[in-house]
């Protein structure tokens, strides 16, 4: 071909203008790090590879290996400065509020239930499932109440304070106009 036509075809040179590129873009924000983290997890000798070779060669059932695996050997490591710590992926401001919600209807029900707060639930499905009941929606009310007045907030702060919901109610309440009880009379 050297450059030349052939059969009218365009001319094949290695910096052909017209062959396919393929472009490769590296993920970047959270996915970027977990990409970065589960590379530096292998080259430690704590990746996939390593747990499938620890899960394969305990003399443990695989389930209890992988387990202690994950919830032992890789915090383990993280703790003794081994391996860097998992990166987290980033909650969105909709999903802060919720949890906001959660958390603010948690606390109305223990300002209402106060001996509940010091009572172990894991022999009273009744007292878990009113907890449940109620939180839940409270949650849902305060979501429909100031929903995205908190999800606004949490987005300009950057992450959710523990009086949030608390400090919107403040405000609003403040807001509100005092009712007017009619005119003032001298006597």
């Not at 929606?137 to 523990?162: C, F, H, M, Y």
Request: overall charge negative; glycine content about 8%.
């Amino acid at each position: 071909m050297n450059g030349e036509k052939q059969n009218g075809e365009k001319p094949q040179q290695a910096d052909d203008i017209w062959a396919p590129v393929t472009v490769t873009a590296e993920p970047t924000g959270y996915e970027g790090q977990a990409a970065d983290y589960e590379r530096t997890l292998e080259a430690a000798g704590y990746g996939d590879t390593q747990r499938q070779r620890y899960i394969e060669g305990s003399g443990e059932d695989a389930e209890y290996a992988a387990c202690e695996w994950d919830e032992m050997i890789v915090p383990g490591a993280e703790a003794a400065g081994i391996i860097p710590a998992r990166p987290v992926e980033p909650v969105s401001p909709a999903e802060q509020a919720r949890d906001a919600a959660r958390a603010h209807a948690s606390g109305e029900y223990y300002k209402q239930h106060p001996d509940d707060a010091w009572e172990p639930w894991d022999n009273d499905p009744a007292k878990e499932a009113e907890y449940n009941a109620f939180v839940d929606s409270r949650t849902t009310a305060i979501l429909q109440e100031v929903g995205p007045d908190l999800a606004e907030r949490i987005e300009r702060a950057g992450d959710w304070g523990k009086e949030t919901v608390s400090d919107l109610y403040a405000e609003r309440a403040a807001a509100e106009p005092v009712p007017d009880d009619g005119p003032d009379i001298d006597m």
